[in-house]
């Protein structure tokens, strides 16, 4: 069996991220994984519903970009 950062992490809830910075540490730690593909792969066969599983970030059973802030989405575009 491999020791993979998640499973020896003392907080794996990094790994469901409320917050952006979360989102980036698991996804930092993803990426020195030693199966980074292999975890990514079972994620999309199995169809993980939520959370990071080979450095991508699962909301609603799709892969996304960025963690979505809660409440609702603006009704009119912001300045970048
Ligand atoms: S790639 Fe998968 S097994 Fe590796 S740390 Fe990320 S979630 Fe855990």
Do not use: H, Y
Request: glycine fraction near 8%; hydrophobic fraction near 35%; proline fraction near 9%.
């Amino acid at each position: 069996m491999t020791n993979t950062p998640c499973t020896t992490i003392p907080d794996a809830d990094v790994f469901f991220p409320e917050t952006a910075e979360q989102l980036a540490l698991a996804q930092s730690l993803c990426a020195r994984c030693p199966v980074t593909a292999t975890c990514l792969e079972q994620a999309v066969t199995l169809g993980v519903t939520d959370g990071v599983w080979g450095g991508q970030l699962f909301e609603r059973g799709r892969p996304v970009t960025e963690k979505r802030r809660p409440g609702r989405p603006r009704k009119t575009a912001t300045a970048a």
